[in-house]
């Protein structure tokens, strides 16, 4: 994967918050206890209950935060800006809603509207409540709005067994493709359902996520036609190992996965992101087509 060093960093699409007073950065903001591995996967397992990767259902309005792109604007600015963590997130985001602006009125007759996504540290406050880093990122639908602690990707690639580069622009995609669920009214139809019919909660829950891994899958497939404002190319390149950096990605944080490394069971009737088998065929299959109409994944069957 290779970014074009050419291209417009895009700012205007993110709100950093990281020096808003809610803590600094590391790690010091992660609830895991003694730091090591059990107690992280034990976390993130208690997260999935909420919007781990995915949908934040936090509960009590926590209001919003004001952002200060001050710093990030003067960081993303510079010759190196590709080589800094945030400036490349910037870009991942940009090439994400540069491909939907386009493609969701096209696949689905309906307008695009961009989301921003908020770059925190530990804590932030949303319309969908308080969020602490260990929630990992999601995206709250009561403000359109992905959320992202950054240490996140150490997290990823030290803990969770899934170091490559690209593991980034997949969590960033997969949380837009919530947002693109929630402008299709699909993410309502679906919090309706689960109200209706408490039993199939889960179950359509790991629909919803699934979709949103096809839809992460569709863009990865679209990513090198994605410009910047004055039309140059975003990535210069992707890769096939990109593409199974991916697969890894999605593999590690399957719901089986992390509850054999919670130390627990295999228990099916709790996942509500789907199998690791699950979320790579979804992924996969959003590559392969490159078409977010292949990305119905509650046509009954699609599901297995």
Known sequence: MELNENADIDTSQVEDVRGSGRGGGGF??????????????????????????????????????????????QECGQADALEQLDCRNVLYVNSIQAYWRPALPESFGKPYQPAKTVIFSNRVSTRCGVADSGVGPFYCPADDKVYIDLTFYQLLAQQLGAPGEFA??????????????????????????????????????VRLELQADCYAGVWAKNATGTTDAQGDKIFKSLTQADIQEGLQTAAKIGDDVLQQRGGGTINPAEFTHGTAKQRQQWFGNGYDKGDPKACDTFAAGAVT
């Open 28 to 73: 010091g903001g992660l609830p895991i206890g003694g730091g090591g591995l059990t107690g992280i996967v034990v976390t993130l397992l208690l997260a999935l209950v909420g919007g781990y990767f995915g949908i934040n259902q936090l509960g009590d309005d926590g209001g919003t935060q004001t952002g200060d792109n001050t710093n990030l604007q």
């Open 168 to 205: 980034q622009p997949y969590v960033l995609a997969h949380e837009y493709g919530h947002h693109v669920q929630d402008l299709l009214g699909t993410e309502a139809q679906v919090s309706r359902a689960r109200e209706r019919d408490p039993g199939q909660a889960n179950a359509l829950s």
